[in-house]
């Protein structure tokens, strides 16, 4: 963000995908899309305590939580953790908020981690990365943290009426919690190939989706 941010051009939209998306429209649909919807931001969340999920709620709370079924291997993971931040911090439990040097304490929100921001509230996100280190060093150690720290930044503050759905939710549903990209994750993320794909996903009224393989997808990509 700050990169773009400090760029000669001057960028009003920021969308973030990862390596295996790939967009359903053209870029001139696409920039359509976003110039309608000029002031709007798609980041959608929910309340990790209201939701009130044990599981979920251990990835804030413990240090280096990753998810390992095998309690000797979290142990482990524990372990190699604490000797890479060179201190045993990973077996404290941190608070259910982020609380900052001025007292005040923002509630964690989460959500999927592709989502668009306009050039406001990028600008107000890197500001308040830089001017808030406690904050970030609570997301050090927080499994997943891009599915939360830009979403607690957001809900935390003026911005959070101009998503394009002006509430948190208070649990999780995936299909509520997408914005401009398009997936299915039942167990495993779907991976998209076939030619024939293509009317489906252009019925999802999405910009993008995941997940293609350059390889695998070749049939579906050649037909986009």
């Known amino acids: 963000m700050r990169c773009a941010l400090s760029g000669d051009s001057i960028v009003d939209r920021f969308v973030v995908v990862q390596g295996s998306d790939y967009p359903i429209l053209s870029?001139?649909?696409?920039?359509e899309f976003f110039d309608a919807n000029a002031g709007v931001n798609f980041i959608n969340a929910?309340?990790?305590?209201?939701?009130?999920?044990?599981a979920d709620i251990g990835k804030y709370l413990y240090?280096?939580?990753?998810?390992?079924s095998s309690p000797k291997?979290?142990?482990?993971?524990?372990?190699?953790?604490?000797?890479?931040?060179?201190?045993?911090r990973v077996f404290s439990k941190k608070p259910g908020c982020v609380r900052l040097s001025d007292g005040k304490e923002m509630r964690i929100f989460s959500g999927w981690a592709h989502f668009s921001l306009t050039r406001k509230?990028?600008?107000?996100?890197?500001?308040?990365?830089?001017?808030?280190?406690?904050?970030?060093?609570?997301?050090?150690?927080?499994?997943?943290?891009?599915?939360?720290?830009?979403?607690?930044?957001?809900?935390?503050?003026?911005?959070?009426?101009t998503n394009i759905?002006?509430?948190?939710?208070?649990?999780w549903e995936h299909d509520l919690l997408l914005n401009n990209t398009y997936f299915e994750y039942p167990d495993v993320v779907r991976e998209w190939r076939k030619a024939e794909e293509y009317a489906e996903l252009l019925k999802t009224g999405k910009l993008f989706f995941r997940k293609v393989d350059s390889v695998m997808s070749k049939e579906l990509l050649d037909t986009i």
């Open 121 to 161: 509230t990028a600008e107000y996100m890197v500001s308040f990365h830089d001017s808030h280190p406690e904050y970030n060093d609570y997301f050090r150690t927080v499994y997943a943290s891009d599915e939360s720290y830009f979403h607690t930044i957001f809900w935390n503050s003026h911005f959070s009426d």
């Open 27 to 31: 870029q001139r649909s696409i920039n």
């Open 63 to 68: 240090n280096w939580n990753l998810k390992d």
């Open 73 to 88: 291997a979290r142990l482990s993971n524990k372990l190699k953790a604490s000797l890479a931040l060179s201190n045993l």
């Open 165 to 171: 759905v002006p509430q948190a939710f208070k649990h």
């Open 46 to 54: 929910y309340d990790v305590m209201a939701r009130g999920d044990s």
